[in-house]
């Protein structure tokens, strides 16, 4: 049940109204069991996976919250550990791995294959495992006590609007909120619409329009000059954050909604000033994770200098693993610990550090950007082969500038081509792209938003209601519609 669907529409005021009419000391079994409907609209197959994470976690949260011993309590961890990723491995990573075994052996002399070519990664299965585990470690860390009401707890690791693609919450956040009286706001409601509209607008108007430009770059690279790369480049730049954003504010105005607030997942990437500010920035409950449950274990920033750059180095590539079993994906998280670890080396140089006061923000924000576009190169990529193909012919294939007779004409042409691309109109397409440029400039402006519904501009009352009304009939009449165009971060 795709979020950008009347069916979702429909189901979420359904939920909506019977929610606040259960009984209170119902409502979290009707969550689960909403919740349980709305994947198995995805796949019910797949659903005893989710319930597998939920008893596992639960079962082992439990031995160790009442065991004294704390060498079992570490032994049950990791067991539990071992079994929560054990689906995770072999859904995502089994064809990967084995694709490296079969070469090496291959590389001996030895010729196997792998059975199982085709396995089909169930959606959110990243997500909901490592919300999971995320409680059973909490427990562990003496973070938060044990929940004894086992239905909360799986209806916080099947949470719908936030099950396929997060915000990634943690349980000291979320499950706390399960036990709350829940009474119906209408001004929550009201910018939970907002927020669903604000997100509508950005997946149909601004990702999927992107989305049929950026395929037919990246598909057919060698038919475009560098201004044509870079272009793609762009938007696919553009693309990934309204895609992941909007997800990101559909769940979140749903959860609104029903009165529970969720974690606040981006706020305003594209405006760092840096390499470790954009990653505060960007997916951010993702990052909170891997900083509390991997980067301090391993010691954080507490071990010293060379044990602190391997610890970023491990965090970046376990995050590029995370996103999928490619190589793209650990030369991207490679790509942006380089770059985390190069900043922190300029952060010592006294010269360095000069210019970087004198250096205007925009100057800082402008090369940020540019270094986060080269690297979304590799993430979109099929191959490394393939963004170093796409990489080499951006910087080699410049266009001959003596042919442009006409630079209007020329640009006209190219709009017209733009258009054709994206499946709209000329109208349209200006149409759409001031309308583009708006929520651009809204959300590069956003700065240090604290709550979810801080996620709003702020234009007052009848502001918000004026533009409501004009994105919602732009999604309608100039959104890309489309069965195959789910949401990016679904594959993961």
Request: hydrophobic letters at 50%.
């Amino acid at each position: 049940m795709n979020f950008v669907s009347i069916y979702y529409i429909v189901f979420l005021l359904l939920i909506t109204v019977a929610y606040f009419n259960t009984p209170v000391k119902c409502r979290s079994i009707f969550l689960l069991l909403a919740s349980y409907f709305f994947y198995s609209c995805w796949s019910i197959n797949y659903l005893s996976l989710i319930i597998y994470s939920t008893a596992t976690n639960y079962l082992f949260a439990n031995l160790i919250y009442h065991e004294g011993s704390q060498m079992r309590r570490r032994y049950y961890l990791i067991t539990c550990m071992i079994l929560s990723l054990l689906p995770l491995f072999w859904f995502k990573y089994a064809i990967f791995m084995s694709g490296i075994g079969v070469g090496l052996l291959a590389a001996l002399g030895v010729n196997v294959s792998f059975p199982y070519q085709d396995i089909i990664i169930p959606v959110g299965i990243s997500f909901f495992t490592f919300q999971s585990m995320s409680y059973t470690i909490d427990v562990y860390f003496e973070n938060r006590s044990r929940e004894e009401n086992w239905i909360k707890f799986a209806t916080y690791v099947a949470f719908f609007p936030q099950l396929v693609a997060g915000p990634i919450e943690r349980s000291t956040h979320l499950l706390p909120q399960f036990s709350r009286h829940h009474v119906f706001s209408s001004h929550s409601c009201w910018l939970g619409i907002q927020l669903i509209i604000w997100g509508l607008f950005k997946k149909v108007v601004v990702a999927d329009r992107l989305a049929e430009a950026v395929n037919t770059v990246f598909n057919n690279v060698e038919q475009y000059n560098s201004l044509g790369l870079l272009v793609g480049a762009y938007a696919f730049s553009l693309q990934i954050y309204f895609d992941f954003s909007a997800y990101s504010d559909i769940a979140i105005g749903s959860a609104l909604i029903l009165g529970f607030n969720l974690t606040q997942n981006f706020n305003s990437p594209y405006t760092a000033t840096s390499i470790r500010d954009f990653w505060k920035r960007w997916h951010i409950s993702l990052t909170s994770w891997f900083r509390i449950y991997i980067y301090y274990p391993l010691g954080g920033n507490r071990c010293g200098t060379r044990f602190w750059m391997r610890n970023i180095l491990v965090i970046f590539l376990v995050s590029g693993l995370w996103h999928g079993a490619n190589w793209t994906f650990l030369a991207w998280g490679g790509i942006h610990g380089s770059l985390y670890l190069l900043e922190f080396w300029a952060s010592k140089q006294p010269r360095l550090i000069i210019l970087a006061r004198k250096a205007p923000s925009w100057l800082k924000i402008l090369v940020v950007f540019n270094l986060v576009t080269v690297s979304w190169i590799f993430f979109r990529a099929d191959s490394v082969t393939n963004a170093l193909q796409y990489l080499t012919l951006m910087a080699t294939a410049w266009p001959d500038l003596g042919q442009v007779t006409n630079p209007v004409t020329d640009i006209s042409r190219q709009i017209a081509v733009f258009g054709d691309i994206i499946g709209l109109g000329k109208n349209e397409l200006i149409i759409a792209a001031l309308a583009s440029l708006v929520v651009i400039a809204t959300e590069f402006k956003r700065e240090d938003a604290r709550r979810p519904i801080d996620l709003w501009f702020k234009f007052g009352p009848y502001g918000r209601l004026i533009t409501t009304t004009i994105i919602l009939w732009l999604s309608i009449f100039v959104g890309h519609y489309s069965d195959t165009d789910a949401f990016i971060y679904f594959q993961f």
